[in-house]
């Protein structure tokens, strides 16, 4: 029992993450700097614990790359939510990383090894392109800019994944254990969060709003270590699946605490691809 909830940590650490953000608020930019910063402070304190036994040259420019791209796409995660909201934005931005996740597993990790892995896997993708688009459907309105800012936000989510799916794949590329990764990791998100938000207008990168979001950075480092504490208690299948339960607690969030406005229409279709989404990220897990 005691490693379920440690697996479920994970989920509610990043599921709670975009909703304390947004209550928080401030500029995306301010929001993605308080993420990073807490998110350094963390490994910081981390490092007094747990040490590498080695600073190789492949550990710390593979780590720096892997932050570098998370904070690419959780910069563009970020922006989504300004743009369609996050009770919409999360069931899209999880399903396209897990497609994109598995299609890198499958094509070039050669994950998939028996038919078994196929039936589930080509499933699970099927699931998650359906809950995707019933996630995304909005009643035809008259105003023309809510379907543009769909248009935009869907745009954002997919190039976010890109940078998500770089994040979880650059460490199984190097070979580079998590837990080493940690501190060099967390100086390359720190790093590209500045340079990508330095490209927006008036980034006001330090401002006061941006100290406090320090603590979703937090969040999102607890649940960082807790997922890799999960996947060497329960297995990756199972601490995987478990950790993508987020998107729930975050989409039902969005809507009870955000107060996100859907037509009774739109609610249904969300509340149906989200179910779908999960139900495809347990077959995937189930291939692991």
């Given at each position: 029992m005691g490693n379920i909830l440690l697996a479920l940590v994970p989920a509610l650490m990043w599921g709670i993450n975009p909703l304390v953000m947004q209550k928080i608020g401030g500029k995306a930019t301010n929001q993605q700097m308080g993420m990073s910063m807490g998110t350094l402070i963390f490994s910081v304190a981390v490092l007094f614990f747990y040490q590498p036994a080695a600073w190789s040259a492949n550990l710390i420019i593979a780590s720096f790359l892997c932050g570098i791209s998370w904070s690419f796409g959780q910069f563009n995660q970020i922006k989504s939510f300004h743009i369609i909201g996050v009770s919409r934005a999360m069931p899209i931005s999880t399903g396209t990383q897990l497609i994109g996740t598995t299609l890198v597993g499958v094509l070039y990790f050669r994950e998939w090894t028996q038919a078994m892995h196929y039936v589930l896997g080509i499933s699970a993708?099927?699931?998650?392109?359906?809950?995707?688009?019933?996630?995304?459907?909005?009643?035809?309105?008259?105003?023309?800019?809510?379907?543009?800012?769909?248009?935009?936000?869907?745009?954002?989510?997919?190039?976010?994944?890109?940078?998500?799916?770089?994040?979880?794949?650059?460490?199984?590329?190097?070979?580079?254990?998590?837990?080493?990764?940690?501190?060099?990791?967390?100086?390359?998100?720190?790093?590209?969060?500045?340079?990508?938000?330095?490209?927006?207008?008036?980034?006001?990168?330090?401002?006061?709003?941006?100290?406090?979001?320090?603590?979703?950075?937090?969040?999102?480092?607890?649940?960082?270590?807790?997922?890799?504490?999960?996947?060497?208690?329960?297995?990756?299948?199972?601490?995987?699946?478990?950790?993508?339960?987020?998107?729930?607690?975050?989409?039902?969030?969005?809507?009870?605490?955000?107060?996100?406005?859907?037509?009774?229409?739109?609610?249904?279709?969300?509340?149906?691809?989200?179910?779908?989404?999960?139900?495809?990220?347990?077959?995937?897990?189930?291939?692991?």
């Open positions: 993708l099927i699931l998650i392109i359906a809950g995707v688009t019933f996630t995304a459907y909005q009643e035809k309105v008259e105003k023309i800019s809510n379907e543009v800012d769909m248009k935009k936000g869907m745009i954002t989510l997919i190039v976010s994944s890109a940078g998500f799916v770089l994040y979880a794949v650059i460490p199984r590329l190097a070979d580079i254990n998590g837990w080493d990764a940690i501190f060099p990791q967390a100086i390359g998100m720190f790093i590209g969060s500045i340079l990508f938000c330095s490209f927006e207008k008036k980034p006001d990168i330090f401002g006061k709003k941006s100290f406090q979001n320090l603590l979703i950075g937090l969040f999102f480092a607890i649940g960082n270590i807790t997922l890799m504490l999960s996947n060497e208690a329960n297995g990756v299948a199972l601490g995987f699946t478990l950790s993508q339960m987020n998107v729930v607690v975050s989409t039902i969030g969005g809507l009870l605490i955000l107060h996100e406005i859907k037509t009774s229409k739109e609610l249904k279709y969300t509340l149906g691809g989200l179910i779908l989404v999960v139900a495809g990220g347990i077959l995937i897990g189930m291939t692991k």
